[in-house]
């Protein structure tokens, strides 16, 4: 029996107890259920009163002692272990009280490697698609009869940190999780690691959260972190990007991809430092052949056939062929559902017919081409997309739906200035009329006079007031003005796009009540 095997043996007697401190925050609340899930004895405490601990209601059903506003004597008294925030100072007025009480540290880093997720474990990453796929494979799994672990968060996506590791600890039947990353060389490897997933998929790589001081290449490498820890396990693999196929060298590799028949032209560099010209299905995907050897493959996996304005395609593998009629439209969404359907046969052994009824009933991920209301016969839609790509890939994906649109911009683009003007620029090649109702956006459209003049941009009153909290652009005053102006436009759809239509979306549902 090793270390960690002894250490669990001695944490799971009955009669120890765990004090979990910081349970208003994030991290303490999954720990608490982590260990509650396990039938141990937990206490939990924080300084904060209860009017300010956010996230309690996850923790309705387990009937835990709390002790808020302090650490008091009454708490440490009883605790055998203890488990303090990461981010608790080891020079901090509680870590003496700690030592006094003679109470056993538990960190939360021993906490991952002495309690596993003894269950199957499934990791997403990828530039774009991360979130509908995952909500999607975790639909399937439903709809199967498994229950996914779910960190329960409201407004949090909870892709990052602790949430996806201590997640993959819940109790539940399987975990599917998205991982993402700040950009940094070893972050991702860590996440990874941290989860201990048996399985992963990758859905693209493109160079949409970088800022102009980043090479892309490096990015890349950082999502390759990700491929090289399932070089001895399964990976579910978008084999239309050559800059994830570049990167994938192992056997044990599953594909996915889309018949190539309809496509445009574009370009992304390839490892071996050339300009790879793609035949695009979607930015960054498609069909390629580059002089070094990398080649797109015959996805196992492949959609076609594919009617993306109405969510329709036929998806082929060398056991079947099957029609699928999705409620989603565009091509990224017939990505994002073929690699949740590899994922659910070749990892989670789902029969194939529960697949098929489960991709046809999903809804979408609220915040993704969401629907919101008609007015005057236009669609008004909401998209959380806030990058290059998945803002093009988007208002490119409507186009196809709709004969003519009105782009109502509320993003703060993470690559900075760069970044807006190349939305901007994206938006005005696809869209009827533009309305930048954030201020990074108006700051790259004023560069655009004659598209002012012409009138195909509009500008709004508010947008001229500086406003930026990360990708959040504009406030709710700056969203409806935009939204306002751009229901005066006369085109079949309106598409609200950036994370502030996302968190206004209740004050864009008021205004069809306009006249």
């Known amino acids: 029996m090793n270390s960690s095997d002894n250490i669990k043996k001695t944490l799971e007697n009955d009669s120890n107890v765990y004090g979990v401190v910081g349970i208003c925050g994030v991290v303490g609340n999954l720990i608490v259920r982590m260990l509650m899930d396990r039938k141990l004895n937990v206490l939990g405490s924080d300084i904060h009163e209860k009017k300010d601990c956010e996230y309690l209601y996850t923790l309705t059903g387990y009937n835990i002692p709390l002790y808020l506003t302090a650490h008091p004597e009454s708490f440490l008294n009883k605790l055998d272990y203890i488990i303090p925030p990461p981010s608790l100072n080891e020079d901090s007025d509680l870590y003496k009280k700690i030592a006094d009480y003679k109470i056993n540290i538990l960190p939360v880093e021993d906490c991952l490697k002495i309690f596993k997720p003894e269950k199957p474990v499934l990791c997403i990453t990828g530039t774009n698609g991360k979130t509908t796929t995952t909500t999607l494979l975790k639909h399937i799994c439903r709809s199967a009869g498994l229950k996914p672990t779910e960190h329960g968060f409201r407004n ?27 950009g940094k060389t070893g972050d991702l490897k860590l996440l990874v690691e941290s989860c201990e997933p048996d399985c992963g998929i990758v859905t693209n790589i493109n160079p ?42 192992q056997e044990n590799v ?30 960054g995907s498609g069909l390629y052949s580059c002089e070094c050897g990398l080649t ?4 196992d996996y492949l959609a076609m056939e594919i009617d993306e304005t109405k969510g329709r395609f036929k998806l082929q593998t060398k056991d079947f062929v099957v029609n699928i009629q999705m409620k989603l439209v565009g091509l990224h969404n017939v990505y994002n559902s073929i690699g949740a359907i590899a994922a659910a046969r070749e990892f989670f052994n789902i029969p ?23 007015y005057n016969g ?21 186009k196809k739906v709709y004969s003519s649109i009105t782009v109502v ?4 683009s993470e690559s900075g200035e760069s970044g807006d003007n ?23 459209a004023e560069k655009q006079s004659e598209y002012i003049s012409s009138g195909k941009i509009i500008l709004t009153d508010m947008s001229s007031i500086k406003f930026k909290k990360g990708t959040l652009g504009a406030t709710s005053d700056q969203v409806v003005e935009g939204v306002k102006k751009g229901l005066n436009c006369d085109t079949k759809a309106l598409v609200c796009l950036g994370e502030a239509a996302y968190k206004y979306k209740e004050d864009i549902l008021k205004c069809k009540e306009l006249k």
């Open 156 to 182: 949090l996506q909870g892709n990052i940190d602790y949430i996806p590791p201590l997640q993959a600890r819940l109790a539940g039947d399987v975990a599917v999780l998205e991982t993402g990353t700040f």
């Open 208 to 249: 949409d959260h970088l800022d102009q001081d980043h090479d892309f290449m490096d990015y890349a490498k950082i999502k390759g972190e990700f491929i090289e820890y399932f070089k001895n396990k399964p990976i579910i693999v978008n084999s239309d990007d050559p800059t994830i196929f570049g990167l994938v060298t």
């Open 254 to 283: 599953i594909t996915f991809g889309l018949d190539p028949k309809k496509s445009g032209g574009g370009y992304k560099t390839c490892w071996c430092g050339r300009q790879i010209k793609i035949e695009e299905t979607i930015t």
């Open 296 to 299: 797109r493959p015959e996805p």
């Open 352 to 374: 194939l017919n529960n697949i098929v009824d489960a991709v046809e009933s999903f809804e979408g991920v609220p915040g993704r081409i969401e629907h919101l209301f008609n």
């Open 378 to 398: 236009m669609d008004v839609i909401l998209d959380y997309g806030h990058n290059p790509a998945g803002i093009e890939t988007v208002v490119t994906e409507l």
């Open 409 to 412: 911009l509320t993003v703060s």
């Open 422 to 444: 190349e939305i901007l620029s994206k938006v005005l090649e696809i869209g009827d009329f533009i309305v930048p109702a954030s201020f990074a956006s108006r700051k790259a």
